[in-house]
Nanobody
């Protein structure tokens, strides 16, 4: 499995940014895809997750109402649409993938739940 995240950059507070994660090397129909972020000096934290096969995404409280996860099954791309960005959203954002026996999204918020990780894309939100 190869994951490549891109789309990061510098944005002003209140702005929007869409991150993408290109997935390859496997058929992902049984996979859960996650987004995480890691701010300088902090641990990597969960942003949200979605089943590649469909259904609603599951979000961390910090992302609810502002971030939206979606995927394009034809292009094999995972997206993270981020709106109303805040300086505290500044971090390196990572996509991750795993194929758990039971795809219960609320159980997929830990970094250890994922076997595959992309290289990260940096997001900086200026105040």
């Amino acid at each position: 499995v190869q994951l490549q995240a891109f789309g990061g950059g510098l944005v002003q507070a209140g702005g929007s940014l869409r991150l993408s994660c290109a997935a390859s090397g496997r058929t992902f129909s049984n996979y859960v895809m996650g987004w995480f972020r890691q701010a300088p000096g902090k641990e990597r934290e969960f942003v949200g997750a979605i089943r590649w096969s469909g259904g609603s995404a599951y979000y961390a409280d910090s992302a609810k109402g502002r971030f939206t996860i979606s995927r394009d099954n034809v292009k094999n791309i995972l997206y993270l649409q981020m709106n109303s960005l805040k300086p505290e959203d500044t971090a390196v954002y990572y996509c991750a993938a795993d194929s758990p026996p039971r795809a219960i999204l609320s159980m997929m918020s830990a970094t250890m739940a994922y076997d595959y990780w992309g290289q990260g894309t940096e997001v900086t939100v200026s105040s």
